[in-house]
């Protein structure tokens, strides 16, 4: 890893990940004060901005995003409507969705106007060590670094397997059976194929039309029966209507709670139903509605799937579409700083400050991580642009420094 022109001791803030959660918090840290312009630096293996988040949207064929064009990383929500200004036809109904393409170009805008193309260190950090008023960046290669503040905007997550994933007895070939963050529907050749989806979120929907478009026959099936909804939840978590009660709730686990019945599971958009509802007309898709796997057989080049209901199913490919799961106690980046700043951890979330930073140091978290704080769109573009606004009083106040924040330590 090289730091050009820059000496550890000079990072005051080192932000890991360069997805669209970093590039909304340095935007807005710069917007509120340019003198922190050549005080900060972004780390991601990729070495530029928001390669993981376009890598995933190529490889779903995913035709434009789920939030509204005002949910992007740019300080002005109307900018992004501003760049598609002679592009109107990138803008899809309801309520202005940007193409995948505009997106990715308007953010390559954002990052040239606010001069961020070079903060981005190719650099994969394995380990954050806590010292004393400080942290040492561990970086794969050996070296390290070290950073007054870090922020965390990885996304997080690992990817949820059913359980009975892990008792299959039969060795298969690993491109027969895989979770969705692995699928790349460019390079596969499925005419002919039958192939089994689990999960009733929006990413199975986008596997099935992609499956279905290369000549396969899907079988899409769910634990309950598939939910359509605009929105990952509720457009009232944005502001007050909702977000009021939340913040007032003075129970962890209930606040928790309601995270969990906003989201409500995954869910497809209506058009992406309809799509479904079109091609299975003409048998190219079945739906398996309130169905969950017992176990699973490979044998003779294909799988046999045994279900609760009795049924056996025939297939050749299985793909997960199954989500992640948000466990801070298993991020390893947190290892040291949970067992040097102990906080309370909710059902894997943990329990940051007023500015979501860790209580007792200087490590601000974004994202899924961030929920019990920012709600249920914590993952989402507008959980960004609600984190950044928590965070970055914090950095640019003194009065805001750290204290630590008396909590209960007892893990549930």
């Not at 209930?254 to 003409?282: F, H, Y």
Request: proline share 7%.
């Amino acid at each position: 890893m090289e730091i050009t022109s820059v000496t550890p001791s000079q990072i005051d803030l080192a932000v890991v990940g360069a997805g669209p959660h970093a590039l909304t918090l340095v935007t807005h840290l710069l917007q509120k004060c340019q003198k922190k312009r050549g005080k900060f630096w972004v780390f991601d293996p990729s070495g530029s901005w928001l390669t993981q988040w376009q890598r995933q949207f190529a490889a779903l064929e995913i035709p434009h995003l789920r939030s509204p064009a005002v949910h992007h990383p740019d300080p002005n929500p109307f900018e992004l409507r501003r760049f598609a200004e002679s592009r109107p036809n990138e803008l899809f109904a309801p309520y202005d969705l940007p193409g995948s393409r505009l997106f990715e170009e308007f953010c390559g805008d954002v990052v040239e106007r606010w001069k961020l193309g070079d903060r981005v260190i190719k650099a994969k950090i394995t380990r954050i060590e806590p010292l004393r008023g400080s942290f040492r960046l561990w970086f794969e290669d050996g070296e390290s670094a070290i950073a007054r503040r870090v922020a965390i905007a990885t996304g997080g997550g690992k990817p949820q397997l059913p359980e009975w994933t892990n008792q299959i007895q039969t060795p298969y070939p690993p491109d027969k059976l895989c979770h969705s963050h692995q699928v790349d529907l460019r390079g596969l050749k499925l005419q002919g194929e039958r192939i089994l989806i689990v999960g009733g979120g929006l990413t199975s929907g986008h596997l099935a039309v992609g499956a279905i478009g290369r000549g396969a026959q899907v079988i899409l099936m769910s634990r309950r029966q598939l939910q359509e909804k605009l929105f990952d939840a509720e457009p009232g978590w944005l502001g007050p209507k909702y977000l009021k009660n939340f913040e007032n709730e003075p129970d962890w686990e209930k606040k928790w709670e309601m995270i969990q019945q906003a989201r409500n599971g995954g869910s497809m958009t209506p058009k992406i139903m309809v799509q479904l509802r079109r091609m299975s007309r003409d048998l190219s898709i079945e739906f398996h509605p309130k169905c969950q796997i017992l176990n699973v057989k490979w044998d003779r080049n294909q799988w046999t799937v045994y279900c609760q209901d009795g049924r056996q199913l025939f297939v050749d490919r299985i793909w997960l579409a199954t989500g992640t799961k948000l466990d801070v106690t298993a991020e390893p980046l947190l290892t040291e700083i949970l067992a040097t700043y102990p906080t309370k951890i909710v059902k894997g979330l943990p329990v940051l400050d007023e500015y979501l930073r860790w209580p007792g140091c200087e490590l601000f978290i974004m994202g899924g991580l961030a929920a019990l704080q920012v709600g249920p769109v914590g993952r989402n573009l507008s959980g960004a642009r609600m984190a950044t606004s928590r965070i970055v009083p914090a950095l640019i106040k003194s009065r805001a420094a750290v204290s630590p924040v008396k909590l209960g330590l007892k893990h549930v």
